[in-house]
């Protein structure tokens, strides 16, 4: 397989990336709360149809990254939710203030997954990659990381700027990363950038 396409439709400066030709693409991270129109906005000035949205995860469940995942759904998409993920997902509705538009993410239709799996699940859409589970900034991290070196991070610290983290736990998910071969970083907040060496 080839290396797939990679288009940024993030707005309010948070990426969300989507990953793949046609009409069976994958997206990676789901856009602030409430602000499915702007993310749709994105998809039609980078001419991607929403329905070419097969599938799509939260690198980790914080409002930023898994904000519209329940709009998403009800437009076709197919949530996957890993397993380390699930137990989170639920504490994101804390960070949500009065008044703000937020569609709870319910458990039906959420296509729970291992991250063992995901490599399969992957293939089924013509990507080459896996998912791998990158606790650091959150329990909840997972990362994805392409055959061909990309990896989307969201928000897993940089070893040099590690602060209220574990820098055991930081450290093992970013060896992770490069045992997989993982070269360029698509991160959650800005541009790409190559991977840090240890
Ligand atoms: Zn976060």
New binding site residues.
């Given amino acids: 397989m080839a290396s797939p396409p990679i288009v940024n439709v993030g707005y309010r400066s948070t990426n969300v990336w989507v990953i793949g030709a046609g009409d069976a693409r994958l997206l990676v991270d789901l856009g602030w709360i409430g602000m499915l129109g702007a993310l749709e906005h994105e998809l039609r000035r980078k001419d991607i149809p929403l329905t070419a949205i097969r599938a799509g995860f939260a690198t980790?469940y914080?409002i930023?990254?898994a904000g519209c995942a329940e709009d998403l759904k009800g437009r076709g998409m197919a949530l996957w939710v890993f397993e380390e993920q699930v137990p989170h997902i639920e504490g994101m509705a804390r960070w949500v203030k009065p008044g703000e538009a937020y569609t709870p993410i319910r458990t039906e239709g959420n296509v729970v997954l291992r991250c063992a799996d995901s490599r399969a699940r992957l293939a089924a859409l013509g990507i080459a990659g896996e998912v791998v589970p990158t606790p650091g900034?959150?329990p909840c991290s997972v990362s994805l990381v392409l055959d061909g070196g990309a990896c989307f991070t969201?928000?897993l610290t940089l070893e040099s700027m590690i602060g209220d983290e574990d820098p055991a736990v930081v450290r093992a998910s970013w060896d992770r990363l490069r045992a997989l071969g993982a070269r360029t970083v698509y991160p959650?907040h800005v541009s790409p950038y190559p991977i840090p060496t240890p």
């Fill in positions: 980790h914080h930023d990254h900034h959150s969201g928000d959650g």
